[in-house]
C-alpha cells in the first residue's frame, strides 16, 4: 500500500513560506469551487494540439498542453488565484512571473514517470545544505490544480518529502533520510505549489479514468518564460490580452525595465 503525503493547510502567508523553506510544498485545500472545477474541465476537453506550441497529444494515454493562458479564458484566473499568487511573489519577489501553463490529461496506460526534479539550480554537498546559514532562493515553483478526487489507481504526483534540503536530484535514490515517496491524495479543487528541488513523479494510471491536472509555473523574473514557439513566434491572442488585469500582464512579461533590460 503507497503512502499518503500529509497535507496539511497553512494559515497564513507566513506560514506558507515557511512550509515552502522546511516542506518544500504547501497545500491548499479548496482552492477552487466545484462550478470552476467544471468549468476547467470542459476547457480542457475542448483543447487541441497546437504542434508549434510543443504540444504532447500524440499517445493515447497522455495530452499535454502548453500556453493554456493563451487557449481559452477559462485559464486566466489561474495565473494568480487568490493565496497562491501572494505567496508566489513573497517567495520569488514582486516582479515574479509565469514561465508555463500546462493543462495536461493522463489516461489508462499512462506509465510510472521516475522520480526527477524540475530544476536544481545549485547543486550542494548535504552537509554545506545543512548549514543554516545556507538558504537557497526559491527560483521555480509549480502550482498543481487538481481536477479529480485523487486515489492510487488514478496515478498522483508522488513527493519525497524533505528532499529539496538534500543538494541534490534523486541519483538513483528512492528515499530521503527513511522518507520514501508520498502519494498526493487530495480532492478534485485542492492544490499544491511546490518547488523545483522537489524529488516527485507522476504515477501509473491504472484506473479507467482520465486525470486532469493544470500546472502553473511561476518564477523568479531571471528565470525566463518558456512560452513556445520561439524567435518571434508566439503572439498572444488579442482577445485574451483584452482581458488581462494589470497583474495578469505583468506575470506574462510586462515588466518594468530591470537588470539586463
Ligand atoms: O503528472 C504528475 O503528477 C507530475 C508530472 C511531473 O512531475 C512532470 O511532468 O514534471
Ligand atoms: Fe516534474
Redesign the pocket.
Known amino acids: 500500500m503507497a503512502d499518503a503525503l500529509r497535507l496539511v493547510p497553512q494559515p497564513d502567508l507566513a506560514s506558507r513560506v515557511k512550509a515552502i523553506q522546511d516542506d518544500g510544498f504547501v497545500y491548499f485545500p479548496s482552492a477552487m469551487s466545484s462550478a470552476e472545477i467544471a468549468e476547467l474541465r470542459s476547457a480542457m476537453d475542448r483543447l487541441e494540439e497546437v504542434p508549434e506550441y510543443f504540444d504532447r497529444v500524440h499517445e493515447s494515454w497522455s495530452r499535454h498542453f502548453n500556453n493554456a493562458f493563451n487557449r481559452d479564458e477559462a485559464f486566466l484566473k489561474y495565473l494568480d488565484k487568490p493565496g497562491i499568487i501572494e505567496l508566489a511573489e513573497e517567495i520569488h519577489g514582486v516582479d515574479c512571473h509565469i514561465i508555463g501553463m500546462t493543462a ?1 490529461i ?1 489516461g489508462p496506460g499512462r506509465p510510472e ?1 521516475t522520480l ?1 526534479v ?1 530544476y536544481l539550480p545549485i547543486s550542494l554537498p548535504e552537509d554545506i545544505m545543512q548549514d543554516p546559514r545556507v538558504n537557497i532562493p526559491v527560483f521555480i515553483t509549480t502550482a498543481h490544480y487538481y481536477l479529480d478526487d485523487m486515489y492510487e489507481e488514478l496515478g498522483p ?1 508522488k513527493f519525497v518529502p524533505g528532499s529539496h534540503l538534500s543538494g541534490s536530484g534523486p541519483r538513483g535514490e528512492v528515499e530521503w533520510k527513511g522518507a520514501g515517496e508520498q502519494s498526493i491524495l487530495c480532492n478534485a479543487g485542492d492544490a499544491v505549489i511546490f518547488r523545483s528541488e522537489v524529488w ?3 504515477s501509473a494510471n491504472t484506473s479507467d479514468q482520465e486525470r486532469y ?1 493544470l500546472q502553473v509555473h511561476y518564477a523568479q523574473r531571471m528565470i525566463t518564460q518558456k512560452f513556445p514557439p520561439y524567435l518571434n513566434r508566439f503572439q498572444f491572442e488579442e482577445g485574451i490580452l483584452a482581458q488581462l488585469t494589470p497583474r495578469q500582464r505583468r506575470l506574462l512579461g510586462e515588466h518594468r525595465s530591470s537588470n539586463y533590460d
Open positions: 495536461w493522463t514517470q526527477h524540475d504526483t516527485h513523479r507522476g491536472l
